[in-house]
């Protein structure tokens, strides 16, 4: 299943799961691994670091690309997947299980502008349509 | 990679394709006021025959000197076979082939020449050369910024190369980077881990360490590599490849060895050619590699398992990376870079070595001579590699004048740099000085300073 239900998404390709405590981790989609082809590398955010909505947090880059990851909501990175600096191919093999970042955030306002499933589908039927 | 221009008739039958009537054409869009280049002034192309009459007339001119400069770009013997191999049609070429189009061979010479610098300086990563020591040092000091993340100050030596230090601020000016000045010891010439002392406690993101200085001495490196990386900030290493045939590497450098290592390479079978091209080396650990800029070329194997070479971590150039790339150099030093590892490979490790013992061996011969020179002195007190500064009792700009005279280069004068030297010049040896030389430099300079202290009365 390409687009777990359950989860949030934004039209930057990133997944949002949101855990009971206000936590959240943080992912690339698996629409987002399969465009960039095999990763070789992965740059997750500073542990620590704040971060606003929509701002430039961290990088994958693949044999043919790199690109930037955007902090879905405004807030603290409270957890980094450290695998992913040893085996960044683990996010092409499942992208949903292979979290990058933990945030804590810090506008309670923003969860509802994420897309849900449906609005994510149809965002990337667009984009692969234009 | 052979240059094979079009002819008239290839160029008609390429504008008809894409449907242009003149190459003029393709530049329609260009703003009529923007495309006013006018050549006036250039006079009209001389043929080949006339070129080499013009140019024996001005080598003539320019005499046939012993020169005992250095001062960042050396004379040093370059072996026959190095240009008449690297001058081959399979190599000679002013463009820098690509991924899809360089060939195994170019980039199998730009790995060996990687694998020989990684060696030399003791790190583990080296790239495909940049374009001199100077730039390559500002690529050294922007990536430890990257790396170190927080601070934008970077120290740099008094004693490093003063041309290095205008082309390490004009090339980082823009990017809010903090560069200051540590002193150097008057006494012995060199950086002293006292000096540093003031900058404890105090955030910066590297030290620059030239090794030689630019007085030719040799500084405390172990000393100075362990306190920077007890800072939390990181080595510079900024040095002469052919010392390195002596000294220890800049991956030995102090507990940890120095984070990045760069230099001029030209002292490596590329001629003085009146300054340039050279070509700057940098090598760095390999947890900072996806920081360091330029190309590397990668040992791989293809589809079918056979060994290869290949154009390696491109995502941090600029063609993929764009605005965040780690640098906008898209281009090495190859013609340079192909005599280097063919000189290299011609030394090998025990001829490198060899070529360094002499030039100090030179350097402390020619010093033992001058110790009999009245009014000359050896300004600084510290060991030195093939450069010493020396201390004139009379004029060095006059002193210098004679020696040329008499068809001999001293060596550079400092006042220009330091004006707290007064009359000091910095004198060269490398292995292209036989002692008859040596003994000439000493008679010469005797007479040119004596002579020079009489008229100044």
Request: hydrophobic content about 40%; glycine content about 8%.
């Given at each position: 299943?390409?687009?777990?239900?359950?989860?949030?998404?934004?039209d930057?390709?990133?997944?949002?799961?949101?855990?009971?405590?206000?936590t959240?981790?943080?992912?690339?989609?698996?629409?987002?691994?399969?465009?960039?082809?095999?990763?070789v590398?992965v740059?997750?955010?500073?542990?620590?670091?704040?971060?606003?909505?929509?701002?430039?947090?961290?990088?994958?880059?693949?044999?043919?690309?790199?690109?930037?990851?955007?902090?879905?909501?405004s807030?603290?990175?409270?957890?980094?997947?450290q695998?992913?600096?040893?085996?960044?191919?683990?996010i092409?093999?499942?992208?949903y299980?292979?979290?990058?970042f933990?945030?804590?955030p810090?506008?309670?306002?923003?969860?509802?502008?994420?897309?849900?499933a449906?609005?994510?589908?149809?965002?990337?039927?667009?984009?692969s349509?234009? | 990679?052979?240059?094979?221009?079009?002819?008239?008739?290839?160029?008609?039958?390429?504008?008809?394709?894409?449907?242009?009537?003149?190459?003029e054409?393709?530049?329609?869009?260009?703003?009529?006021?923007?495309?006013?280049?006018?050549?006036d002034?250039?006079?009209?192309?001389?043929?080949?025959m006339?070129?080499?009459?013009?140019?024996?007339?001005?080598?003539?001119?320019?005499?046939?000197?012993?020169?005992?400069?250095g001062?960042?770009a050396?004379?040093?013997?370059i072996?026959?076979?190095?240009?008449?191999?690297?001058?081959?049609?399979?190599?000679?070429?002013?463009?820098?082939?690509?991924q899809?189009?360089a060939?195994?061979?170019?980039?199998?010479?730009?790995?060996e020449?990687?694998?020989m610098m990684?060696?030399?300086?003791g790190?583990?990563?080296?790239?495909?050369?940049l374009?001199?020591?100077?730039?390559?040092?500002a690529?050294?000091?922007?990536?430890?910024?990257?790396?170190?993340?927080s601070?934008?100050?970077?120290?740099?030596?008094a004693?490093?190369?003063?041309?290095?230090?205008?082309?390490?601020r004009?090339?980082?000016?823009n990017?809010?980077?903090?560069?200051v000045?540590?002193?150097y010891?008057?006494?012995?010439?060199?950086?002293?881990?006292?000096?540093l002392?003031?900058?404890?406690?105090?955030?910066?993101a590297?030290?620059v360490?030239?090794?030689?200085?630019?007085?030719?001495?040799?500084?405390?490196?172990?000393?100075?590599?362990?306190?920077?990386?007890q800072?939390?900030a990181?080595?510079?290493?900024?040095v002469?490849?052919v010392?390195?045939?002596?000294?220890?590497?800049?991956?030995?450098?102090?507990?940890?060895g120095?984070?990045?290592?760069?230099?001029?390479?030209?002292?490596l079978?590329?001629?003085?050619?009146a300054?340039g091209?050279?070509?700057?080396?940098?090598?760095?650990?390999?947890?900072?590699?996806?920081?360091m800029?330029?190309?590397?070329?990668?040992?791989?194997?293809d589809?079918?398992?056979?060994?290869?070479?290949?154009?390696?971590?491109?995502a941090?150039?600029?063609?993929?990376?764009?605005?965040?790339?780690?640098?906008?150099?898209?281009?090495?030093?190859?013609?340079a870079?192909?005599?280097?590892?063919?000189?290299?490979?011609?030394?090998?490790?025990?001829?490198?070595?060899?070529?360094?013992?002499?030039?100090?061996?030179?350097?402390?011969?020619?010093?033992?001579?001058?110790?009999?020179?009245?009014?000359v002195?050896?300004?600084f007190?510290?060991?030195?590699?093939?450069?010493?500064?020396?201390?004139?009792?009379?004029?060095?700009?006059?002193?210098?004048?004679r020696?040329r005279e008499?068809?001999?280069l001293?060596?550079?004068?400092?006042?220009?740099?330091?004006?707290?030297?007064g009359?000091?010049?910095?004198?060269?040896?490398t292995?292209?000085?036989?002692?008859a030389?040596?003994?000439?430099?000493a008679?010469?300079?005797?007479?040119?300073?004596?002579?020079q202290l009489?008229?100044?009365?």
């Amino acid at each position: 299943m390409h687009l777990p239900a359950d989860l949030k998404y934004t039209d930057t390709h990133e997944w949002v799961r949101p855990h009971g405590d206000g936590t959240v981790t943080v992912g690339i989609t698996w629409h987002a691994q399969d465009l960039l082809g095999d990763l070789v590398y992965v740059e997750t955010p500073q542990l620590g670091k704040s971060f606003k909505k929509g701002e430039e947090c961290g990088v994958v880059e693949s044999v043919k690309a790199a690109s930037d990851i955007y902090a879905p909501l405004s807030g603290d990175v409270i957890a980094v997947n450290q695998d992913l600096a040893s085996s960044p191919e683990k996010i092409n093999q499942d992208a949903y299980a292979a979290w990058m970042f933990k945030l804590k955030p810090s506008e309670p306002g923003e969860f509802n502008q994420l897309l849900d499933a449906a609005a994510y589908e149809k965002l990337i039927a667009s984009e692969s349509n234009s | 990679m052979p240059f094979i221009p079009h002819t008239e008739a290839d160029v008609l039958l390429m504008l008809q394709a894409i449907g242009a009537s003149s190459i003029e054409d393709l530049f329609e869009e260009i703003p009529a006021g923007l495309k006013d280049a006018r050549l006036d002034r250039v006079p009209p192309g001389l043929t080949e025959m006339e070129v080499l009459r013009l140019m024996q007339e001005r080598a003539e001119a320019d005499g046939r000197y012993l020169s005992f400069i250095g001062a960042g770009a050396y004379e040093h013997h370059i072996p026959a076979a190095v240009w008449q191999l690297a001058t081959r049609g399979e190599f000679y070429s002013s463009y820098t082939p690509y991924q899809a189009e360089a060939s195994q061979g170019t980039l199998q010479v730009l790995y060996e020449y990687q694998t020989m610098m990684s060696s030399l300086t003791g790190l583990d990563v080296t790239n495909a050369s940049l374009y001199d020591g100077a730039s390559a040092l500002a690529e050294a000091v922007l990536m430890a910024v990257r790396l170190h993340k927080s601070s934008h100050r970077v120290l740099l030596p008094a004693t490093l190369h003063p041309v290095y230090r205008d082309v390490v601020r004009s090339i980082v000016s823009n990017q809010e980077i903090e560069l200051v000045t540590v002193p150097y010891c008057t006494e012995k010439g060199t950086t002293l881990p006292e000096a540093l002392s003031r900058f404890e406690g105090q955030e910066f993101a590297a030290l620059v360490v030239p090794q030689p200085n630019f007085f030719g001495a040799l500084e405390p490196v172990h000393a100075l590599t362990d306190w920077t990386h007890q800072q939390g900030a990181l080595m510079i290493a900024s040095v002469n490849p052919v010392a390195l045939g002596l000294l220890a590497p800049p991956g030995r450098w102090g507990a940890r060895g120095a984070d990045i290592a760069v230099g001029e390479g030209q002292p490596l079978g590329v001629p003085l050619a009146a300054g340039g091209p050279y070509f700057g080396f940098m090598a760095c650990k390999q947890a900072h590699v996806r920081q360091m800029p330029g190309r590397i070329v990668g040992r791989t194997s293809d589809v079918d398992g056979k060994p290869g070479f290949t154009l390696t971590l491109q995502a941090r150039e600029q063609h993929i990376r764009r605005s965040k790339a780690t640098s906008n150099i898209c281009t090495n030093q190859g013609l340079a870079v192909t005599a280097a590892t063919i000189h290299l490979a011609l030394l090998g490790p025990n001829g490198l070595k060899r070529v360094a013992h002499v030039c100090h061996n030179n350097l402390l011969a020619l010093l033992e001579r001058l110790k009999g020179v009245p009014g000359v002195a050896r300004r600084f007190a510290a060991p030195v590699f093939h450069e010493a500064v020396l201390s004139l009792s009379a004029c060095s700009t006059h002193v210098l004048e004679r020696m040329r005279e008499q068809r001999l280069l001293a060596g550079i004068e400092l006042r220009e740099f330091y004006p707290e030297l007064g009359d000091a010049v910095l004198v060269c040896t490398t292995e292209t000085k036989t002692q008859a030389d040596l003994d000439r430099y000493a008679r010469s300079l005797a007479a040119a300073h004596s002579a020079q202290l009489d008229a100044a009365g």
